[in-house]
């Protein structure tokens, strides 16, 4: 199989619709500002939010900024946003090579690309933002010192999703101490990534959030739960899964306390089960609603 971060974000899509806090988006909804709106997204990827937003009509009339420091994403940003709009019917615009527009008769989102490290983008952002949003990224950066450099990047608003928090779930069991291994050392590789992270972000971010000054409006659970329906996973999410092994087997090969020969059975067996349709996936996972 060819593994693909770009085809993995899009393949996402369905799972975090499903997954994302309901409570934590009506607050969003009650509290955001009349439009004209400005948004910045950090870690953006290729877009998927934008276009949920939009899906959602949760934007009217707004200036997007997609920040993504993998040149791949932005590049696919750039190629699959014009795309979906049109399947959407949306009028697109492009303005120039990092800025577009979609729109129709209620709906205008100027978009620009922004292919940079979030802390290069934070010293040289010129102004807040009215939202700021953090997709799936939090618990990938060093808190709580990173906190108050991202809220600089709003004057109001944050809304901060699919936070990871300490629980992965993997079913049927192959071996449940094998499992408990493998699910543990996964754990203690997000703690211990040099760039900085946590596998207990979720819970955290309250403190880290009250540290930073910044009131929590909305909190609530926002967990992956991947199953098949009659043996067959929605959407693309067969391709999700698979990418999810994919991190396990980056994440651990070689790993000292694994014997290489059983993980790679485990793996394998992961993967035989995508394929009849019975593994069933678990990930537990924090959103939230920040004012500044």
């Known amino acids: 199989m060819e593994y693909s971060f770009p085809h993995y974000l899009l393949s996402k899509q369905s799972v975090d619709d499903r997954a994302l806090n309901q409570t934590v988006l009506d607050s969003l909804k009650a509290n955001l500002p009349s439009a004209p709106i400005r948004i910045i997204e950090v870690g953006a990827g290729i877009g998927t939010m934008l276009t949920r937003l939009v899906r959602w009509k949760l934007l009217a009339k707004a200036n997007y900024i997609l920040i993504d420091e993998m040149s791949e994403n932005i590049e696919s940003a750039k190629e699959w946003i014009p795309l979906w709009a049109v399947e959407a019917g949306l009028s697109v615009e492009r303005i120039e090579q990092d800025q577009l527009r979609v729109f129709d008769q209620t709906r ?55 936070n990871f928090d300490g629980v992965t779930s993997l079913e049927p069991s192959i071996d449940s101490a094998l499992d408990e291994r493998i699910e543990r050392l996964y754990h203690a ?27 929590v409006l909305a909190a609530g659970a926002s967990d992956w739960v991947v199953h098949s329906v009659n043996g067959i996973y929605p959407a693309d999410e067969a391709y999700f899964l698979h990418f999810i092994l994919h991190f396990f087997e980056e994440s651990l090969a070689g790993h000292a306390e694994l014997n290489t020969a059983a993980f790679a059975n485990w793996i394998e067996e992961r993967r035989a089960q995508i394929e009849r349709g019975e593994l069933v996936y678990i990930a537990h996972q924090m959103d939230f609603l920040a004012k500044v």
């Not at 997000?190 to 880290?208: C, N, V, Y």
């Open 108 to 162: 205008d989102v100027l978009i620009r690309f922004e292919c940079a490290d979030v802390f290069d983008f934070i010293k040289k952002n010129p102004a807040p933002a009215d939202l700021l949003i953090a997709h799936a990224f939090l618990d990938l950066l060093p808190m709580p010192e990173s906190m108050p450099e991202l809220l600089a990047l709003t004057k109001n608003l944050a809304w901060l999703t699919i």
């Open 189 to 215: 590789t997000m703690d211990a990534r040099s760039t900085g992270g946590d596998s207990r972000a979720g819970r955290h971010l309250f403190s880290h959030l009250q540290m930073a000054g910044a009131q």
